[in-house]
């Protein structure tokens, strides 16, 4: 019997990844593509247009998530998915996301070519807004679409311009063709988000697939350090509340108790906004982020409810306010999903190995409904969220040849 | 003989303030009067119009400056000039800079009023810019006069609009009636410069008057740290190169080096900005800059010159890029002006000290070449370049009826 892998195209798949990073092209060869932005609309439309060459039904759910279905033999069967997302960082790659996509749509192509008729239905799933970086909220799609409880909440959002998800949403289904409808978390046999690495592991191990083991739980923290604006000439030190002293003494005692020997923690500050901003002024206000991740659960909650001590302790002169804005517990991929994957990789003498994810991806929020996994691709240096994103044709295709023969296993 | 201080009008010197801090009048009880704005055009209009009710002659240099005369009997003697700035910081607050301008008016008023007639003419002035809040140089109006041939580059500077400097002056010259020009540099025989203290020295020691007896020398640096953008789930601490930290440790290790125990040093890092400023993107450069003050030349020498190797040995594994943005000599005031303001306080009874200032004023500029002075007054709780900056009417008042004899004294 012919296997789906045999018909994966190296050449297709790595040209529909350059058709698609033309949607937002930056001149450093990076993406701009934001979840719903006029560039996203055109990648929809691209993808939907060949899901229509392929004879594939588009469907569209009320966040904007869409599901492209080959049909099995068996319609009462629940489905496999497969996918990832199409939105990309303001300054992202060329990878991150839409090999998910296009690595489902090869595959489920690869499988109709090799003449192979499924009983479950295959479903190429493209997840509105995963970035969060024009709508502050990661995995918006896939989170409403597990949790529809969410949905007023997220569509209510606004971006910078002040422009409302439920808005932007709208203008999406103007431009793009009449889908059908879809109701949030329907009935899912498996699903397998292939994505590129994001981290240096595979290719430092020159492993070509990653089965993803767990995913690291995280904790968010917004900070405001609230000091006095002063006269840079003429207030002595004993007089300031400089804020940004107070909260450079905060992150470095944060740094001290975040600090693991043995580099599983990941902690970083990534906003940090000093006002006014002036060259002779004492600052009067910061607002900093933390972003805590660590594999273990108790590990999250034992560093994690340090952080508002510490502030207090170390703010000096100055008032600190600290808010938990996220937590997301830590996640195990388990049982058949990523046994399916390792069986095809090992089937297909690729090299794989299992790996924990420090990013945080849309399966996470499938897995809280249904069986689910990831597949990882080597990306170079591990550089990932930067325009310099990079990944070989041969890996990206060495990953869709494993989730094709998975994708048939588990829809059988 | 009548004094010019007996006719000092404590009203009327304070109506003159609510009445300019109407033109940029803030929520919060502050000034928003850039320079060169339709705020600084109607404050400067206002000005004008009240020198012309006391049959003052207005005139204009080519950096706007204003100056407005009050002749004296001898038109061949080099006249008396007071005075500061009408501009404020955005939010700055009603009396620096404006009561410079307003205690000369009043000064000269009271001088009128008491009958007297001075040998020197005395002029009020009005330098444009001092702040540097809208067209990033500070003093720029008394540099200009101080050393015309900065003149060219001064006109082409552009605020963040993009607006030149030239364009704003033209519009001034539109707005306001026509005045005679002014050269640079003009032969001054002295200048008194009053101002609110900007710190807490005089508050603190309950004196009125503060006679400035040097000013602090200061230096600038910009530096710019050079990292790396990485993903915060993914990257491992050991491969990061975040900008932020290292950053906080080259100020950290600044800091130390200019602890100053009689707390005699101003050290500020007034901007600190950070890029990408996203919550899950390890920062990968960040942008600081230092404002180094100390009363001595030998200190500012030592200290500053260690700012560029401190940079480099806690860059850590990020690159660092540091210039020096500006370097202002420490300034010394004596001889006959500070002395006759001493003896106009003396024989006023009026409380007063020797005092240093921590911040730059146009006098410095005036002082490179002819002999110049500053007298202080209070302020509330020292505080100064915000909206609540506050001082009394009385202390005001205090000011200019030193101002007032001072300047009989230096124009007989």
Known sequence: MKKASDFVDEKRLWQRHVDMARFGATSKGGVNRQALSREDIDARALLLKW??????????????????????TDPSAA?????????????????????????????????????????????IVNWTNEEGSRFEQGCMGSQVWADPGKLQKMLALKDSQGVMVAEALNEVRQCLPKLEPRPFAFPVHALIEAHIEQGPVLEMTGTTIGIVSGMHGSRR??????????????????????????????????????????????????RFEVSPDALAVVPGHVLFTIDFRHPEECVLTQLGDQVEGICRQWAGPCDV??????????????GFVPEAITRAAAELNIPHMPIHSGAGHDARYVLDR???????????????????????PSDLTAGVRVLADALVALSA
Chains 1, 2 share one sequence.
């Not at 199409?86 to 990878?95: A, C, E, P, W, Y």
């Open 370 to 392: 249904y069986p689910a996994a990831m597949l990882f691709v080597p990306c170079e240096k591990g550089i990932s969220h930067k325009e310099n994103e990079n990944a070989t």
């Open 221 to 270: 923290f917004s900070i405001e350090v609230q000091g006095e604006e002063a006269h840079a000439g003429t207030t002595p030190a004993a007089a300031r509340k400089d804020a940004l002293f107070a909260a450079i003494d905060i992150v470095n005692a944060l740094r001290k108790i975040f600090h693991d020997p043995q580099d599983v923690v990941r902690f970083t500050v990534g």
């Open 321 to 334: 306010a600290v808010k938990e804005t996220r937590r997301a517990a830590c996640k195990t991929f388990e």
């Open 79 to 123: 489905p496999v998915l497969s996918g990832s997302h199409l939105d990309s960082q303001k300054t992202g790659g060329r990878f991150d996301g839409v090999y998910g996509v296009l690595a489902a749509l090869e595959a489920v192509q690869a499988v109709k070519q090799a003449g192979i008729e499924t009983r479950r239905s295959l479903e």
């Open 51 to 72: 899901g229509n060459e392929l004879g594939l039904r588009g469907a569209m759910d009320d966040i904007g998530n869409m599901f492209l279905r080959q049909p099995g």
